[in-house]
């Protein structure tokens, strides 16, 4: 099992960027997949990104690609999401989440899957 915190969400204009960060403990955090999930109040839980264990496949949801890029770095326990190109509509809390199975479209896609959450970070776009 891994913990996990996010770190790297604030308030920035539309056309502006963030860098969100999670940091995991636990010693196997290299065999997880790795997604980035946000919500909104009284909506569900929504994909974002998702990265496999080794970094070698990666999926984004539609409304979030050519702006958004997830990476990891498993020497540093580290996953990122940078956000370019930030729209109101990217306003949402941010959550990492770890995902033990095997790799997906039905695993990486839904947040029922996953094994583990970090408590969010907020990220607000103002317009």
């Not at 959450?117 to 607000?124: A, D, F, P, R, S």
């Amino acid at each position: 099992q891994v913990s996990l915190v996010e770190s790297g969400g604030g308030l920035v204009q539309a056309g502006g960027s963030l860098r969100l960060s999670c940091a995991a403990s636990g010693r196997t955090f290299s065999s997880y997949n790795m997604g980035w999930f946000r919500q909104v109040p009284g909506k569900e839980r929504e994909f974002v990104a998702a990265i496999r264990w080794n970094g070698g496949i990666i999926r984004y949801a539609d409304s979030v690609k050519g702006r958004f890029t997830i990476s990891r770095d498993n020497a540093k326990k580290m996953v990122y999401l940078q956000m370019n190109s930030l729209e109101p509509e990217d306003t949402a809390v941010y959550y990492c989440g770890a995902n033990s199975r095997t790799w997906s479209s039905g695993s990486y896609y839904s947040g029922n899957e996953y094994d583990c959450w970090g408590q969010g970070t907020q990220v607000t776009v103002s317009s």
